[in-house]
């Protein structure tokens, strides 16, 4: 059955990085809308597909090449580009002139910064392989750092211009040197 076939382009855990897609795609849509409270459910549901298409690759054998780069496309939408939307339209939206060019320069380096690191994660991976720790912040742990400084901005905690800069270091720390733990 091509669900439990490692082969498959459809197998399950394709299936499931495909729904994190598509959550992905509804919570960005959802940002722009000024619906936040939404966007973060599919946001956070993403997150959970993404976490069992892993799980069920590594459980079944369904790992392959297909699926690692497929995996990389949703982690770039769900993990990269949705919690830049959620910064730049819940926070920077408001800024204008010097602080504004700031801020979008910013975001486009974050958004480079986490397509190199899935890039060059890609590159250094075989698929099925987990090793012990990732070697610079994974980008759902990018995305999670971002959404509590988005929180933390929208419960007057942070100002924008403290988001910007923690939305640099975030995206420095997606391509160091810091060893991680994986799960």
Known sequence: MFLYNGKSHFNMANLLTMANITCGLIAAYLVVRHQFAFAALFA?????????????ARKYGLSNEFGVQLDSFADFLSFVLVPVFFIF??????????AFALASAVSVYYVISGLRRLIQFNLNTDPGEVGKFFVGVPTPLGAILLWLAWLGHLYGLL?????????????????????????
């Open 44 to 56: 956070w549901l993403g997150g959970a597909f993404d976490i069992a298409d892993g799980k069920i």
């Open 89 to 98: 339209v819940g926070v920077y939206e408001k800024l204008q002139g010097p």
């Open 159 to 183: 100002p924008a211009w403290l988001v910007v800069g923690l939305m640099a270091l975030i995206g420095w720390l997606l391509n160091s040197k810091v060893k991680v733990p994986h799960p």
